[in-house]
């Protein structure tokens, strides 16, 4: 089993929807969850991270943390063009400033 | 958020010849630094983890010898790909840590002919 999994996609969604981008990992001990944004032959921007269960908002962006099921997701609200990339989610655990990431999800926002 | 800088951005280099690559933070003070590569269509991978003055700590799989990593200062760290192979050729990009949070730089694009 992979440490953190996302679906590869590709997603793909009407402009104006909500996108939402789900991702699962395996070690109870992670503590600190991230979301970032790489646009193609970019590197990761952070949009997002989220420490304690529930919502975290901030703008269009919506974090979810559900540590008992061990998933957190992102929602994407109001989906523009320009948020047409891969969407990377990452893992640390506590006191280990190391990341584990997933391999992605390609989300393309239908115009 | 952070500004990291990488240089060169791209790079083209001859099969056996060594390339170096220079990652800098420009505004804050990185204790840590991670090194990334990612292949086309893939995610990134983990190469090593490095604190400042001390030697870095490579991910498994990963030929400390054959990428020379120092971190001599807080701001300034240099990944050496020595000897390189097409196989190499990859999107190398460094991450600067500061208090958990990690910042990516802009990535080098080597390609090796």
């Known amino acids: 089993q992979k440490e953190v999994e996302q679906n590869s996609g590709p997603l793909s969604v009407p402009e104006g929807a909500i996108a939402s981008l789900n991702c699962t990992y395996s070690?109870?001990?992670?503590?600190?969850f991230f979301w970032y944004r790489q646009y193609s032959g970019k590197s990761p921007e952070l949009i997002m991270f989220?420490?304690?269960?529930g919502d975290k908002e901030d703008g269009r962006f919506t974090a979810q943390l559900n540590k008992a099921s061990q998933y957190v997701s992102l929602l994407i609200r109001d989906s523009q063009p320009s948020d047409s990339a891969t969407y990377l989610c990452?893992?640390?655990?506590?006191?280990?400033?190391?990341?584990?990431f997933g391999t992605g999800t390609r989300l393309t926002i239908i115009p | 958020g952070a500004v990291v800088s990488q240089h060169p951005s791209w790079v083209i280099c001859k099969s056996g010849t060594s390339v170096k690559i220079e990652c800098r933070s420009l505004?804050?003070?990185?204790?840590?630094m991670f090194w990334y590569r990612q292949f086309p269509k893939q995610s990134l991978m983990l190469m090593a983890t490095s604190n400042e003055g001390s030697k870095a700590t490579y991910e498994q799989g990963v030929e400390k010898d054959k990428f020379l990593i120092n971190h001599a200062s807080l701001t300034l760290s240099t990944l050496t790909v020595t000897s390189a192979h097409p196989e190499d050729s990859s999107f190398y990009i460094c991450s600067p840590g500061q208090d958990y949070e990690q910042y990516f730089g802009p990535g080098t694009r080597l390609t090796v002919t």
């Open positions: 989220i420490y304690s269960n």
């Open positions: 990452a893992v640390n655990i506590f006191g280990n400033e190391k990341l584990t």
């Open positions: 070690d109870r001990g992670s503590q600190s």
């Open positions: 505004d804050f003070q990185a204790t840590t």
